[in-house]
């Protein structure tokens, strides 16, 4: 019985610590949403021990999570999300990165969702070389909000 008791307290020890780390990661797994009578949406993201923007959102009815990059062009894709996905691989085109030039695919996203803001029809592209977890939420996103950075808190606004 003691070893059963330790057995158990070590796994719910586990999941608890498994729950803390990745709230570390993403504090917004559920992005604090509002909108105004005026049609203003607006989400607030908290940034994260790293210092970086991470939320969870949706492309084309699949959950995901959005890194958010402003040095990226278009909101870029890993080529295994893309495959769970289902997005279709459009023309091969070079592009510069932070490590050089490679090859990625064009893509349309259909549909967008981060909190209460939603994109239809977003200019991405497919990195085949990307293993990373996240999705890139880059420029082709970005210039369709206002966004404002003060204490640790990203105010995104969706205009209609």
């Excluded at 981060?114 to 990307?130: D, R």
Aim: no cysteine; aromatic share 10%.
């Amino acid at each position: 019985m003691l070893v059963l008791a330790w057995l158990s307290l070590t796994m719910l020890l586990t999941l608890v610590y498994n729950t803390w780390i990745n709230s570390q990661y993403n504090p917004n797994r559920q992005p604090e949403s509002h909108q105004y009578l005026s049609g203003v949406k607006e989400v607030t993201l908290t940034r994260n021990r790293f210092g970086h923007y991470v939320s969870s959102g949706w492309i084309n009815q699949e959950e995901v999570i959005f890194l958010l990059d402003t040095g990226s062009t278009q909101v870029a894709v890993p080529g295994h999300i893309a495959e769970i996905i289902g997005l279709e691989y459009g023309e091969k085109q070079a592009t510069g990165t932070a490590n050089g030039t490679i090859w990625v695919y064009n893509t349309t996203i259909d549909h967008l969702r981060l909190g209460n803001i939603e994109l239809n029809n977003v200019k991405a592209s497919i990195n085949p070389y990307m293993e990373e977890p996240e999705v890139l939420l880059g420029m082709s996103v970005l210039n369709h909000l206002d966004f404002q950075q003060r204490g640790g808190k990203l105010k995104l606004q969706q205009y209609r």
